[in-house]
């Protein structure tokens, strides 16, 4: 026998860190959407997690004189020094946090910057407390890393929030982090100082316990909703607090791969040795345009968030009116977290039972070709997340949709 055929006798063996993660169930359905409109479905994608606005054309006109001038070159490992100087200045200007540019690192995304950190902090079963529900990447990450991510329950009760008694009954010897999101995906909760201020105190109890803080979305708060950060709100935690965010959401620059952090300097410096040896540095364009976007014109972000804020009206008012649905009102990002425990149990035109909130999304899909995520992609169930962040008339008549396949639903 060949080693050649062997080897395929053999087939591929996944590594073990990677083997118990599947597929995200928000491909799965941007997939099956996708085969639906090839067919010709009239498919409504309401599961997108970017804004559908432009990148303005400042920014844009930016990267472009930066090629212009010949930045197309590897710049410095985790940051140039006119993006880590502009970072440093909008931490200090919107979020009262002070850091120096060896305090900050920039990479390809938050993604990496969340990577970066748990790969140089994590050891082999270490503990990540992550309240539910999550943006799917962030236990997935903490598993590739050698983490153990912990899952705390927060449902539309709680607000979606992490209480301080469920904080302090998850931490254990081996709690290396806390992972918060505000506002969040998917639930669009945020949280306010004083829902902060126990869950900080609780910390300054546990002093190996570190927190990370996921910003991403600060910019798209509604309602005079007054957006803290917890380097910000208790500076006796800054040194063990890392804060995460970037320019995709705010900026609509997903595609641009820019994310950014402030922290401990040790911290960051552990976190340019693994960046040294993935990706390097990011992108010399998309660094310029970044550099544009935090120190040009911020106008814009008003102008897009009443937007946003429309459509947020629109669909959780449209929801709450089907019986068996209930839809929170989010204090930010552009989801809205549905509950659809009233579905559980209902019988479908063809006789079949929906048994969960994933047979209530492939419902919708099949037979209003409206596709939405179920909240069990992001750890609590029976949920749903709708992106708000497509045009108005779309979002209407999906809405429409959805209310009608309720209607057909059979007790």
């Not at 395929?8 to 169930?25: K, T």
């Not at 902090?121 to 799917?136: H, K, M, N, Q, Y």
């Not at 803080?213 to 607090?241: C, N, Q, W």
């Not at 992001?378 to 749903?384: D, E």
Request: overall charge neutral; aromatic content about 8%; glycine content about 8%.
């Amino acid at each position: 026998m060949t080693i050649a055929s062997s080897m395929e006798e053999a087939g591929f063996r996944p590594a073990s860190r990677i083997a118990s993660i599947g597929v995200s169930q928000i491909l799965e359905i941007g997939r099956k959407a996708a085969s639906l409109k090839a067919e010709g479905k009239p498919v409504i994608v309401l599961g997108a997690g970017e804004p559908d606005f432009d990148t303005p054309t400042t920014i844009k006109d930016a990267a472009k004189a930066a090629i212009d001038r010949g930045e197309t070159k590897y710049t410095a490992l985790d940051g140039t020094p006119a993006l880590k100087r502009a970072i440093v200045e909008k931490f200090r200007r919107e979020n009262g946090v002070d850091y120096t540019t060896d305090e900050v690192t920039v990479a390809t995304g938050a993604k990496q910057i969340l990577f970066n950190a748990f790969m140089a902090s994590l050891d082999p079963g270490d503990e990540v407390i992550i309240p539910t529900p999550f943006w799917t990447s962030y236990s997935d990450i903490v598993e590739i890393c050698g983490g153990v991510p912990v899952l705390v329950p927060c449902d539309g009760a709680a607000g979606f929030r992490l209480k301080a008694d469920q904080l302090e009954r998850a931490i254990t010897p081996r709690t290396r982090w806390v992972l918060l999101n505000s506002p969040s995906n998917p639930s669009g909760a945020a949280y306010s100082a004083e829902d902060y201020r126990p869950l900080l105190d609780t910390l300054l109890r546990h002093p190996q316990v570190w927190l990370m803080v996921d910003d991403m979305y600060e910019h798209i708060v509604y309602d005079g909703f007054d957006f803290v950060t917890p380097a910000a709100l208790e500076p006796r935690l800054k040194s063990r607090i890392l804060t995460i965010n970037g320019v995709s959401k705010a900026y609509a620059m997903t595609g641009w791969r820019i994310g950014y952090a402030g922290g401990p300097r040790d911290l960051i410096k552990a976190m340019a040795v693994v960046q040294s040896q993935s990706t390097s540095c990011p992108s010399s364009v998309s660094q310029a345009a970044a550099l544009a976007a935090l120190t040009g014109p911020q106008g814009i972000l008003a102008e897009r968030r009443e937007s946003f804020r429309e459509r947020r009206d629109l669909v959780v008012k449209a929801l709450n009116e089907i019986a068996g649905l209930n839809c929170r009102v989010p204090e930010g990002a552009f989801y809205a977290f549905a509950g659809c425990a009233g579905m559980i149990g209902r019988i479908k035109p063809d006789g079949a039972s929906i048994a969960s909130d994933r047979d209530f999304t492939d419902y919708l899909l099949d037979s209003a070709h409206v596709a939405v995520v179920p909240g069990s992609a992001f750890g609590l169930s029976p949920y749903f997340r709708i992106s708000y962040a497509t045009a108005k008339s779309e979002l209407e008549e999906a809405l429409d949709r959805i209310a009608e396949a309720c209607g057909r639903l059979r007790r």
